[in-house]
C-alpha cells in the first residue's frame, strides 16, 4: 500500500473562507463555497436554481489581493483564493449596499403581507442603519396587474430580478422584464398583461421582499400566525412536496418543501390555489339521506345502517365500487377489502379511461422507468399524447431542462401544443391517425424484425420514412431516452394501441418507457389494489352494463370520462356516495352521501410516478362532522361484519397496508382497429378541470389559462363543415349533444375537433365515436 497521501480531484478547488478551508468544485462561485461550510453571506439576487445576474451587490465580500470587494455569487472561485466575509471593508460594503437599497423602499412593513418572512427585513436587521441619510422623496411605481394569483406592490421592489429570471429560465416564457434605466427602471409585463404560466406563482417564492405576494392570501393572517403542516400535491402523479399554512384549522396558504427528487423547491398553481376549493359552499358537512324525493340530514349511525342495508340487498358480487383518482392508498385498500367482503370484482379508479383491451393492472401499478430526476439527463424525450405542461407541470419543467441540456424533444400528439421547449420533431394527427404514426416508429425500431402477435398487424401496414429512422436512431443511439405516454394518449378510445406501440418503441431502443398514470394515486391504488379482479369488470364495463348498486367513492359525474353514460347507469341504481361534496349532481344519483375528508384534512399515503411512497398528515380540519374516509369505511365493514378490518387506529391500518408493485410483463394486448370516424373528438382535460377540488378553487377558475367550454376546430376542417371562428355548433353523440361556441385554432389536427371534458356543458357527449357536428343560431 501506498504511504502517499491520496492526490486531490483535479475537479475539486481548495480555498478558505475566513479562515475555514474549503474543498468546493471547479467553477463553483465563492458564495455556494460559503454556503457549503456554513459561513452566512447577505444576498438578495442569488438564488441557487437561477442563473447569476450580480444585480445587488449585496454580497460583496473581500478576497485576498484584489484592490475592490467581490461580489460573491458571481466571482469563480481560485485555488488557493483566501475569502474574507466579515473583515472591515466586507462588512462596509455590505452595509453601504443596504443603504443604498432602502433609499426608495417604502417603510410599510406593518402592512405589507412578506412582514415576518421578509428577506429584505432579515438583512436590514443585520447590515442596515437605524436612520437614513436620505432625505429625498422616495419614489413610487405604479402596480402591475399580474392576475388573480399574483398580487404586486412595485414600490417595494428592489430589482434583484429574480422574478424575471425565473419566468425566462425555469417557467419558459418572457413575460416580465426590465424597462427603463437606473432610477426609472420598472420591472413589469411591457404591455400590462397578466401571468400566463401553470408554474408563475413562484415568483411570490423567489421575490425577497414584498413586491409579489399572494393574492388570495393577502391580508387574511401574519406568517406567524400560521402553522406549516407538511402534506402533499395531489392532483397529478408527481405529488409535489408542499406546506399547507393552517389558522384555526383552515388551510390559508400553501408553499412548496423541497424535495430535489419530486419537486426541487417549485410548486405548481394548480397545487398552490387548489386550498380554495376546499370552502366551497356545496361542501358536505353532514351525512344526508335521501327519503323519496327530498333530502334530510341524518347521524352518522344511521346513515351507516342506511348503508349497510343497501350493500345486504344488493346481489353478491353485484355492487360496483367507482373510486377517485385522488383516493389515499389507505382507503383503496379498505375498499378492495370490502368488495372481497361483497364477493365483487366490480372495483376501479381509472375512471377518465375508455379502452381497457390492455387491462392487466400491470400499466396501472408501474411507474416511470426514468425517474423524474433523471429525465432532465435525458438526451432525447419522445412524447405521445403528452401536454406536460397542463398534465404534469413539473415534469414539463424536468424536460425543459434536458432541452435547455441539449436534448432533442419529439412529440406525436393530437394538438400542438404551446410548449416551453422547441421540437426536433413534430407530428399532429387526429387519434386514429397517430397510431398509424406511431406504429411506422416502432416498425423502423423493430427494423425488420418480428412484431409481437397482437401489434403485427398494425406494424406490417406501417411504411417508416426517413424522419421516423432518424427517431429512431436518436432514441437508440443519442444516449439516456424516454419515452413519455400522457393523458391526450391514455383517454382516447385507441388508448391500448398507443401504449403498446410505445412500449415497443421504448423496449426495441433501449428507451425507458414513461406511462403518466389516468388518476393523480394511480400507481398507489393500483398497487392497494383499487383495480379490478377479473378483466372485464373495469369502469366501462360497470357503465356499459349497469350493476345494481354503486359505492362511489371520492368522485363526482364530471370525473368520468364519459359522464352522461355514469348518471344513466348510476341513476337507475342505489347507490352511496363517500363524498366531500353535495352538489345538485351528485344528489340527483345518490341514495346516501357521506361526508368525508379531502387530503390536506387527513393521513394519508400516496405513490407517486417514481413509486416513492409518502405519507402526509392532516393539515386543515374536518368539515362539520366529515370523517376520514378510513374511519367510516371501518364503520361500515363493522356492521357488516367484513374480514380484515381489525385494526383500531391509523398505524394498525398501515400496518396492515400492503402495496404490490408491477412486475415485469412482456405481453401486448390492444383493441381491435375500428374504423376512423369523419370528425374525431380530441377528448383533453383542461389544467384546471382536473378533479372537483380545482374546478371550485375560484382564483385558478379565474386565471387566462382556465378554459372554457367550447369546439375547436383546425381551418381546414371548420371550412369542410360549414363553422366560423365565433359562431356556435350543435355537437351531437350517441346519448346527447351540446351547442358550443367555436374556436378556429390552427394547432388542432386536420379531421378533429378538440372538446374538453370536466365541463357540465360538454358531459352529455361520447369520450369517442361518431359525431354530428353542425351550425347552430345564436
Not at 424575471?164 to 398583461?193: D, N, P, Q
Not at 349497510?308 to 346481489?315: F, M, N, S
Not at 348510476?570 to 366531500?580: E, M, P, Q, T
Not at 351531437?732 to 385554432?745: F, I, K, T, Y
Request: charged share 20%; hydrophobic share 45%.
Amino acid at each position: 500500500m501506498s504511504t502517499q497521501p491520496n492526490p486531490q480531484p483535479q475537479d475539486l478547488v481548495n480555498l478558505e473562507i475566513d479562515g475555514k478551508p474549503v474543498s468546493v468544485p471547479k467553477g463553483s462561485m465563492i458564495i455556494e463555497a460559503s454556503d457549503q461550510v456554513g459561513v452566512p453571506v447577505p444576498r438578495f439576487c442569488y438564488h441557487k436554481k437561477l442563473p447569476i445576474a450580480a444585480n445587488c451587490r449585496m454580497c460583496l465580500v473581500e478576497v485576498e489581493k484584489s484592490p475592490k470587494p467581490m461580489p460573491a455569487c458571481a466571482t469563480p472561485v481560485m485555488e488557493g483564493m483566501k475569502v474574507f466575509t466579515r473583515s472591515e471593508k466586507a462588512l462596509r460594503s455590505q452595509r453601504n449596499v443596504m443603504e443604498f437599497l432602502l433609499i426608495n423602499h417604502p417603510l410599510d412593513c406593518p402592512i405589507c403581507d412578506q412582514g415576518g418572512e421578509c428577506e429584505l427585513q432579515d438583512v436590514a436587521m443585520g447590515y442596515g442603519r437605524s436612520v437614513s441619510r436620505f432625505v429625498e422623496r422616495k419614489r413610487v411605481v405604479a402596480d402591475e396587474d399580474l392576475g388573480p394569483l399574483i398580487a404586486t406592490d412595485m414600490t417595494r421592489c428592489i430589482h434583484c430580478t429574480r422574478c424575471v429570471r425565473f419566468m425566462r429560465e425555469i417557467a419558459g416564457t418572457t413575460e416580465l422584464g426590465g424597462m427603463g434605466r437606473g432610477e426609472h427602471l420598472e420591472i413589469g409585463t411591457y404591455v400590462g398583461k397578466s401571468i400566463e404560466s401553470e408554474i408563475g406563482g413562484n415568483i411570490i417564492d423567489v421575490c425577497p421582499v414584498g413586491a409579489l405576494t399572494n393574492k388570495v392570501f393577502r391580508f387574511k393572517a401574519r406568517p406567524w400566525e400560521l402553522i406549516a403542516r407538511p402534506s402533499l400535491g395531489y392532483h397529478d402523479a408527481l405529488h409535489s412536496n408542499l406546506f399547507l399554512h393552517v389558522r384555526r384549522g383552515q388551510v390559508l396558504r400553501t408553499v412548496p418543501r423541497e424535495n430535489e427528487a419530486v419537486n426541487e423547491n417549485w410548486l405548481s398553481d394548480r397545487d398552490r390555489y387548489s386550498h380554495a376549493g376546499l370552502y366551497s359552499a356545496d361542501r358536505a358537512t353532514q351525512p344526508l339521506l335521501r327519503d323519496g324525493d327530498s333530502w334530510r340530514e341524518a347521524g352518522w349511525q344511521e346513515a351507516l345502517e342506511r348503508v349497510a342495508d343497501i350493500l345486504r340487498d344488493a346481489p353478491l358480487g353485484r355492487t360496483g365500487f367507482l373510486v377517485g383518482g385522488s383516493t389515499s392508498c389507505e382507503e383503496g385498500a379498505l375498499l378492495r377489502r370490502l368488495a372481497d367482503h361483497l364477493g365483487s370484482p366490480y372495483i376501479d379508479h381509472r375512471l377518465g379511461q375508455v379502452d381497457f383491451a390492455d387491462d392487466g393492472t400491470h400499466a396501472a401499478r408501474a411507474g416511470f422507468e426514468m425517474p423524474l430526476e433523471q429525465i432532465e439527463s435525458a438526451k432525447t424525450v419522445l412524447l405521445v399524447g403528452c401536454n406536460p405542461r397542463h398534465e404534469a407541470p413539473l415534469l414539463g419543467h424536468r424536460i425543459r431542462k434536458a432541452w435547455k441540456a441539449g436534448a432533442q424533444v419529439h412529440a406525436v400528439n393530437p394538438v400542438a401544443f404551446d410548449l416551453y421547449f422547441d421540437l426536433a420533431s413534430q407530428h399532429i394527427a387526429a387519434p386514429s391517425k397517430l397510431v398509424q404514426q406511431l406504429a411506422a416508429v416502432a416498425a423502423a425500431a423493430l427494423d425488420g424484425a418480428a412484431a409481437p402477435q397482437a401489434l403485427a398487424g398494425l406494424i406490417a401496414s406501417a411504411k417508416p420514412g426517413e424522419g421516423e429512422r432518424n427517431l429512431v436512431k436518436a432514441l437508440r443511439d443519442g444516449g439516456p431516452a424516454v419515452v413519455i405516454v400522457g393523458d391526450h394518449a391514455n383517454r382516447s378510445a385507441v388508448a391500448s394501441q398507443l401504449r403498446a406501440l410505445a412500449r415497443l418503441v421504448a423496449s426495441s431502443t433501449g428507451a425507458a418507457f414513461n406511462l403518466l398514470p389516468v388518476a393523480s394515486n394511480g400507481v398507489g391504488l393500483a398497487q392497494a389494489g383499487a383495480v379490478p379482479s377479473k378483466g372485464d369488470a373495469h369502469v366501462a364495463a360497470m357503465l356499459a352494463q349497469p350493476l345494481p348498486a354503486y359505492v362511489l367513492y371520492n368522485a363526482e359525474m364530471l370525473d368520468f370520462a364519459e359522464p352522461a353514460r355514469a348518471r344513466e347507469a348510476l341513476g337507475a341504481a342505489r347507490v352511496i356516495a363517500f363524498s366531500a361534496y353535495a352538489d345538485e349532481a351528485m344528489k340527483q344519483v345518490a341514495d346516501v352521501i357521506l361526508p368525508i375528508g379531502l387530503l390536506p384534512e387527513i393521513d394519508a399515503t400516496l405513490v407517486n410516478v417514481d413509486g416513492l411512497v409518502q405519507t402526509t398528515t392532516a393539515g386543515g380540519a374536518l368539515q362539520g362532522s366529515a370523517q376520514p374516509g378510513w374511519r367510516a369505511l371501518r364503520a361500515l365493514a363493522e356492521l357488516l361484519q367484513a374480514k380484515g378490518f381489525g385494526f383500531t387506529d391509523l398505524g394498525g391500518l398501515r400496518a396492515s397496508l400492503t402495496l404490490q408493485a408491477a412486475q415485469a410483463d412482456d405481453r401486448f394486448a390492444v383493441a381491435a382497429p375500428s374504423e376512423a370516424a369523419a370528425v374525431e373528438r380530441v377528448n383533453a382535460l383542461p389544467v384546471y378541470r382536473s378533479d372537483a377540488v380545482v374546478r371550485r378553487s375560484a382564483p385558478l377558475q379565474a386565471t387566462p389559462i382556465a378554459t372554457s367550454a367550447a369546439l375547436r376546430i383546425s381551418a381546414g376542417t371548420a371550412m369542410r363543415l360549414g363553422l366560423s371562428d365565433g359562431g356556435r355548433a350543435r355537437v351531437r353523440g350517441a346519448g346527447g349533444d351540446a351547442v358550443l361556441p367555436v374556436s378556429v385554432d390552427s394547432r388542432i389536427a386536420d379531421g378533429a375537433v378538440c372538446i374538453d371534458a370536466g365541463f357540465e356543458a360538454t358531459s352529455q357527449l361520447p369520450a369517442s365515436g361518431a359525431l354530428s357536428i353542425e351550425g347552430a343560431a345564436p
